[in-house]
């Protein structure tokens, strides 16, 4: 039971819920600028989790990754999936996004992220920048009172390793330089040769998750 409560956990965090985000004593930024003109077709497809703020719920979690594809409704369904180090097992689970603010006339990189049927009301996944084909930055903060708050961060890759190119690692540290403590960043794992043994013997062996 204890496994099956830190799975769910797990996967809502990895697409952007505020459970378990590291807890910080100030309030939220206000002054973090997100991806505009945002194009919610080209940010669909898959992406490797590369770097993430830790938490105890994803402890032992590597070889993390999500793919986005688009619903009949034009909302985005969220497939996300992570191998456990500490038990070897691995996870999946579907949500469900939609733009935060659809309306505006300038298209903003803020969603709405839920899982599990949950209220699907809280801009809580910030892209704060992407060129959709290489590199996304992810950072969600919420409020946890006056003087506290609850933050999560991630650095997704079109591939299991970031491109050398040095346009996108400029881009990518300037976002951590000015809104990120980076000693609290946690690399992921994308090579992780028992996660390739787990998913042989999913595909093969015809084991769902």
Same mark, same amino acid.
């Given at each position: 039971?204890?496994?099956?409560?830190?799975?769910?956990?797990?996967?809502?965090?990895?697409?952007?819920?505020?459970?378990?985000?590291?807890?910080?004593?100030?309030?939220?930024p206000? +002054?973090?600028?997100?991806?505009?003109?945002?194009?919610?077709?080209?940010?669909?497809?898959?992406?490797?989790?590369?770097?993430?703020?830790?938490?105890e719920?994803?402890?032992?979690?590597?070889?993390?990754q999500?793919?986005?594809?688009? +619903?009949?409704?034009?909302?985005?369904?969220? @497939?996300?999936?992570?191998?456990?180090l500490?038990?070897?097992?691995?996870?999946?689970?579907?949500?469900?996004?939609?733009? @935060?603010?659809?309306?505006e006339e300038?298209?903003?990189?803020?969603?709405?992220?839920?899982f599990?049927?949950?209220? +699907?009301?809280?801009?809580?996944?910030?892209?704060?920048?992407?060129?959709?084909?290489?590199?996304?930055?992810?950072?969600?903060?919420?409020?946890?009172?006056?003087?506290?708050?609850?933050? @999560?961060?991630?650095?997704? @890759?079109r591939?299991?390793?970031?491109?050398?190119?040095?346009?996108?690692?400029?881009?990518?540290?300037?976002?951590?330089?000015?809104?990120?403590?980076?000693?609290?960043?946690?690399?992921?794992?994308?090579?992780?040769?028992?996660?390739?043994?787990?998913? +042989?013997?999913?595909?093969?062996?015809?084991?769902?998750?």
């Amino acid at each position: 039971m204890q496994t099956v409560a830190l799975s769910v956990a797990i996967v809502c965090l990895l697409a952007g819920a505020v459970y378990g985000g590291l807890m910080f004593d100030r309030p939220c930024p206000t +002054n973090v600028p997100v991806k505009q003109y945002f194009e919610v077709d080209r940010y669909l497809g898959k992406w490797y989790e590369m770097q993430r703020y830790e938490s105890e719920f994803e402890e032992n979690f590597d070889c993390v990754q999500v793919r986005y594809t688009l +619903n009949e409704d034009d909302s985005v369904q969220v @497939s996300n999936s992570a191998y456990n180090l500490f038990n070897g097992s691995s996870i999946n689970a579907l949500g469900r996004a939609v733009l @935060s603010f659809p309306d505006e006339e300038v298209v903003q990189g803020k969603l709405n992220v839920s899982f599990f049927g949950a209220p +699907n009301d809280l801009s809580n996944y910030w892209v704060l920048d992407t060129d959709y084909e290489t590199f996304s930055v992810v950072w969600n903060c919420q409020p946890r009172g006056e003087e506290q708050s609850e933050e @999560s961060f991630w650095v997704l @890759s079109r591939t299991p390793t970031l491109p050398a190119d040095t346009d996108v690692l400029f881009r990518i540290h300037y976002i951590m330089r000015r809104y990120i403590d980076r000693s609290l960043v946690r690399f992921t794992n994308q090579l992780d040769e028992r996660y390739v043994v787990y998913m +042989n013997i999913t595909i093969f062996g015809f084991i769902g998750f």
